[in-house]
């Protein structure tokens, strides 16, 4: 399903949010995941908004706990600056650029010392993102598709 997004916004804004590589969708991707795969034996981590569920899998023991804050914290940041991003252009900019005010607006409301630090900051956390869901999402399905790949050693002939 990622796959297919990314196919169809192949290259999404350096300030799309939602769908650029580690932003919100990959983000909802992981919850949604091990919610879905731990459902059956945790009943508990159904039916909860992002940061319930993140909250639920840490407390579960199914997400280890640097990768339960570390979403966390990428979690609100990328949704504050969506926000913001929204008050101030309506959504995404129209291009990459933004002016000398609304750069300062945006890493003033976003909590950043300057517009630097902000896309540093975001950086960072989409980078994290994209650490965890490669670890938890595409490694183990990596692993599962070539064990189905491999010969069980049965011959039929």
């Avoid at 990622?2 to 932003?23: C, F, S, T, V, Y």
């Avoid at 459902?39 to 023991?61: D, I």
């Avoid at 979690?75 to 995404?92: E, F, K, M």
């Avoid at 409301?109 to 517009?115: I, L, P, S």
Wanted: with cysteine; aromatic share 4%; hydrophobic share 40%.
């Amino acid at each position: 399903m990622r796959r297919r997004i990314a196919d169809e916004n192949p290259r999404p804004l350096r300030w799309d949010l939602k769908n650029r590589r580690g932003g919100l969708i990959d983000l909802e991707f992981i919850v949604q995941y091990l919610v879905l795969r731990e459902a059956a034996s945790s009943p508990q981590l159904t039916c909860r908004g992002t940061e319930q569920a993140l909250r639920a899998l840490g407390e579960a023991g199914v997400l280890p706990r640097q990768a339960e804050h570390e979403l966390l914290d990428a979690l609100a940041l990328l949704r504050h600056v969506q926000a913001v991003l929204t008050l101030l252009s309506g959504g995404l900019p129209e291009d990459e650029a933004f002016s000398e005010p609304d750069a300062d607006t945006l890493a003033r409301c976003a909590g950043a010392v300057d517009f630097a630090g902000l896309d540093a900051d975001i950086t960072a956390a989409v980078g994290r993102v994209r650490g965890w869901y490669r670890r938890l999402i595409e490694e183990p399905a990596r692993r599962a598709a070539q064990l189905t790949a491999e010969p069980t050693g049965d011959s039929a002939g």
